[in-house]
């Protein structure tokens, strides 16, 4: 079960879902906290204008406001922050259809790159996940209800060789407005508070795990099964062995040595076979009696 995010989080996000929707962007970039370290100033700036260019300046602004509740934070030392910083933008900036429209265009004002046609193969219910929440659902449930939603993939063709394929691409990137609107930068949104709320706790109970904490982003990346399967482990790692010991239910003597063993035992396995039992293993090594609160 997903941990309850801070109330402020999820209005923050919501607050941009909604400027960004009905127009109030006025292409003013975010300034960043002065309080920043001169370390950090350069991957903030470079996150700030990847994050214009992926969804728009409110957007920008959202990831500007979660990175000020670590400036100055205790524990936290310019090296997390800068990594808090890039790693953030890496997921706010995650792979959907219209961010991989976005990156083909691109590549028509580079003049070293040739026309080519890229295939990408997506989950059916990915795309659907894209779409508007209030479409998407009932789709999602058509889909369920004749056993397509998870097992179905679909292949795009994103192409700069036509001019009908660039036609194409610009008017999936056009969809990027109704991006905040779906059912993926929901579950996306959710993610990256939990994420931050995780390393905010170790900061207090497990100081020495933070680090390790702000790594387990590096679990999810691309799209489809790639992407459900470091999803899916992030839950575990996190669910049975960040949690519980945050939560004092659970006394692993280094938190961040478990999470490196379960993370190198994960394989790309729907069942999690290796990462369970890799979890029970360092769970079964706490004496007997010391897991209870």
Not at 29 to 38: G, H, M, Q, S
Not at 81 to 96: F, H, K, N, P, T
Not at 112 to 132: A, C, M, N, T
Request: glycine share 6%.
């Amino acid at each position: 079960m997903l941990e309850r995010v801070s109330d402020r989080g999820v209005l923050s996000s919501l607050r941009y879902l909604f400027a960004d929707f009905i127009g109030e962007d006025d292409d003013t970039p975010p300034f960043l906290p002065a309080a920043l370290p001169a370390s950090v100033v350069e991957v903030a700036s470079d996150a700030i204008n990847l994050l214009i260019e992926y969804q728009g300046t409110t957007y920008a602004q959202l990831y500007v406001d979660r990175l000020k509740r670590f400036i100055g934070k205790n524990g936290v030392d310019d090296a997390m922050l800068g990594e808090i910083a890039r790693l953030m933008a890496v997921r706010m900036s995650y792979e959907d259809p219209i961010r991989i429209a976005q990156l083909k265009l691109a590549e028509l004002n580079d003049p070293g790159k040739q026309p080519s046609v890229d295939i990408r193969k997506f989950r059916l219910d990915e795309l659907v996940g894209s779409l508007p929440a209030m479409v998407a659902e009932y789709l999602l449930m058509v889909l369920d209800w004749v056993g397509w939603a998870a097992r179905s993939h679909v292949s795009i063709r994103f192409s700069t060789a036509s001019r009908v394929g660039i036609r194409r691409l610009r008017i999936e990137a056009g969809l990027r407005r109704w991006r905040l609107l779906s059912i993926r930068y929901t579950k996306e949104r959710v993610w990256v508070e939990r994420w931050l709320h995780m390393i905010d706790r170790a900061l207090t109970k497990e100081p020495a795990a933070a680090n390790a904490i702000v790594q387990t982003a590096t679990m999810i990346e691309g799209y489809g099964d790639v992407y459900l399967q470091g999803m899916a482990d992030w839950e575990v790692v996190i669910g049975d062995l960040a949690k519980p010991t945050f939560d004092r239910v659970l006394a692993l003597p280094d938190l961040a040595a478990a999470i490196a063993e379960a993370r190198a035992a994960a394989t790309p396995d729907p069942r999690q076979v290796a990462l369970k039992r890799k979890i029970a293993e360092l769970r079964a090594q706490v004496p007997a009696g010391v897991n209870a609160a």
